[in-house]
């Protein structure tokens, strides 16, 4: 059997769908450094966009219909705690597929099946391959339990900042600090920023993104990680 095929298979197991199109399956797993390197394979990059999408419709819809008194800012919000590299990197890890994504030797000497974004884009692709091979439902609820299974259910939505502040309060009695680390000046940098939350001397959390809040929002997150392990 051959190195894509025992991958798929793994895949599969992990999800816990079977794929009719089981090439979709090994491009999802195939990141751009390696389809680089082996002439004639497509990479996963077309359905990250897509898993992308579908993930972003997925999460939307559940969040409006559990609930309907949120504004559009509370929705939007709760949306974006869930759908972002370091939630859907914690997904990618419960589903195990930093042992399967395909990487170039450049990806696999930098310890490239452990950095965020490239698990965060093996999983989306992996939802968009599901979508384009079974259809929303199915990958409806390939995302739900993923994010179950990464410890970031669609009932846990609140925005991940509130959340982290209120763990604080409850363990150390005191308010987490947000102080800046990095600002590379570039405008258009998506990780612009870089953010750390404190409590007291103590780092919890580092983020990045371009804006601020964004940074904020994911150094929470790391943060809240780190709580649930110590509280777990």
């Not at 600090?177 to 750390?196: K, N």
Request: aromatic share 6%; proline share 3%.
């Amino acid at each position: 059997m051959s190195e894509e095929l025992s991958a798929a298979d793994a895949v599969e197991a992990a999800l816990g769908y079977a794929f009719r199109e089981r090439a979709l399956a090994e491009t999802a797993l195939c990141h751009a450094s390696f389809s680089h390197e082996a002439s004639g394979l497509a990479s996963n990059e077309r359905l990250e966009f897509l898993g992308d999408a579908v993930l972003g419709l997925v999460v939307a819809e559940d969040l409006f219909r559990q609930h309907p008194e949120w504004p559009e800012g509370q929705l939007t919000r709760a949306r974006a705690a869930l759908v972002n590299g370091v939630t859907l990197a914690r997904c990618a890890r419960a589903l195990g597929l930093g042992a399967l994504v395909h990487l170039g030797r450049t990806e696999q000497r930098s310890g490239g099946e452990g950095k965020d974004r490239i698990l965060a884009g093996c999983f989306e692709a992996l939802v968009g391959a599901v979508y384009l091979d079974g259809g929303l439902a199915p990958a409806r609820e390939v995302a739900r339990r993923a994010l179950e299974a990464a410890g970031a259910p669609l009932e846990a939505s609140r925005d991940p900042k509130t959340a982290f502040q209120e763990w604080a309060h409850a363990r150390f009695r005191r308010t987490p600090a947000y102080r800046l680390a990095h600002d590379s000046g570039v405008e258009d940098d998506e990780a612009r920023f870089t953010l750390e939350v404190r409590i007291g001397d103590e780092t919890w959390g580092r983020g990045a993104g371009r804006s601020k809040r964004a940074a904020e929002r994911h150094a929470a997150e790391e943060a809240l990680a780190r709580a649930a392990a110590l509280d777990g």
